[in-house]
C-alpha cells in the first residue's frame, strides 16, 4: 500500500487540517449544533498522520484526550458524558428551536437530534 503521508506536501495539508478540525472542535464544544467530539476525532487522525508530538498532546490532553480514547480504542463513553451531551445538545437545539421559530427549522433540527441521540445510545458504555 502506497503511504501517503511519506510525501512531505501530504504531512503539511494534514498537519493543517489537524489544526483547523482542533479549533473547530472547540468551537464545537461551545456552540450548540456543531460537533466538537467528531472534529476532535478527525484531529487526532490527521496528527497521527502528520505529527507524532501534536497527536500525543491532543490525546494526552486533560479535557480532549479521554473522550479522544474512548473514541478510538471503541470503548465508548461512560453514563455521566453521555448524559451530559444529550442534555447541552437538547438544551441547545431546544433555545435554537424557539429562537428561530419556523417550522422547517424544528423539523430540521430536530430531526438531527433525533440522529445524533440514536448514535449515542448505540454507542458502548464503560464503568
Sequence with gaps: MLDVTAKPWMK?????CGCLCVVLGIMGLILPMMPGAFFLCIAAWCFSRSSERFHD??????????????????????RTLRRRIL???????????ALIGKIWAVVIIGGCGVIATVYLFKQPLHS
Excluded: C, K, N
Aim: charged share 10%.
Design 12 to 16: 503539511r495539508t494534514l498537519f493543517l
Design 57 to 78: 498532546w491532543l490525546v494526552s490532553h486533560r479535557y480532549f484526550g479521554p473522550l479522544i480514547l474512548a473514541f478510538q480504542t471503541g470503548e465508548g463513553f461512560d
Design 87 to 97: 442534555l447541552v445538545m437538547w438544551g441547545s437545539m431546544l433555545i435554537s428551536m
